[in-house]
């Protein structure tokens, strides 16, 4: 069964931390590896990951695939109280183009 | 802003009722993708249509239809609705058929709560 797998569930740090957040995948014919940010409303897309070992950055997040080990991690240093939310990973199958989320990882972001 | 627009923004209805739930994708997409997101189950890929034809199915009930309309516009329509189907429903949009070149956007939500 195609399954993504987040961890941990929940996280609260202090500003200024960083953290890690995991996800780990077993999806048919893997074609790639999102991760988006959700506060109150719809995610919002912050990076697409398709090959092994290439760090994807953008600003204080970066995020890495590995395809062999089947997981990503998605990073965030000096983190802010506006990184409080929800981050979704999600996984496309090359079969019948089906998306497989996470549950999401809450961060909690405390001043 | 994603340019992707839903409507209606909050949905109050009973057991046993239907309901259409509508999306608009950004300008020039021409994939619409369907999901519906629980307390319990998090985020769940329903339905992919693309330029007016389904292109992938996800965990959708047989309740629930959806179609995609020559101006690209999107309805999911839920029927014989139960307590359960209280959820965020989302509607995300892209330029391909498959998002591994791309990447969706998703709309704000319509939240749906059966009585």
């Known amino acids: 069964e195609d399954k993504v797998v987040q961890s941990p569930l929940s996280l609260v740090v202090h500003e200024g931390d960083t953290v890690t957040l995991n996800c780990s995948y077993e999806v048919t014919n893997f074609r790639s590896l999102l991760w988006y940010k959700q506060e109150k409303k719809a995610p919002t897309f912050l990076f697409m990951l398709t090959s092994s070992g290439i760090e994807k950055k953008s600003g204080r997040l970066s995020s890495i695939l590995d395809k062999k080990e089947l997981f990503s991690i998605l990073n965030i240093t000096a983190t802010q109280t506006g990184d409080s939310a929800i981050y979704l990973c999600?996984?496309?199958?090359?079969?019948?183009?089906?998306?497989?989320f996470g549950t999401g990882t809450s961060l909690t972001v405390i001043p | 802003d994603s340019g992707v627009t839903q409507t209606p923004k909050h949905l109050i209805t009973a057991t046993g009722q239907r309901v259409t739930l509508r999306c608009s994708p950004r300008s020039g997409d021409l994939s619409v993708y369907w999901y519906q997101q629980s307390l319990d189950q998090g985020l769940q890929f329903l339905i992919q249509y693309y330029n007016g034809e389904e292109r992938a199915k996800g965990n959708i009930l047989e309740r629930f239809s959806a179609q995609q309309f020559p101006d690209l516009h999107s309805e999911l329509n839920l029927s014989s609705l139960e307590l359960g189907d209280s959820a965020l429903y989302f509607c995300?949009?892209?330029?391909?058929?498959?998002?591994?070149?791309?990447?969706?956007?998703f709309g704000p939500g319509t939240r749906l709560l059966v009585l």
């Open positions: 999600a996984v496309e199958g090359n079969t019948g183009n089906q998306f497989y």
């Open positions: 995300a949009s892209s330029p391909q058929a498959s998002p591994g070149v791309g990447t969706q956007y």
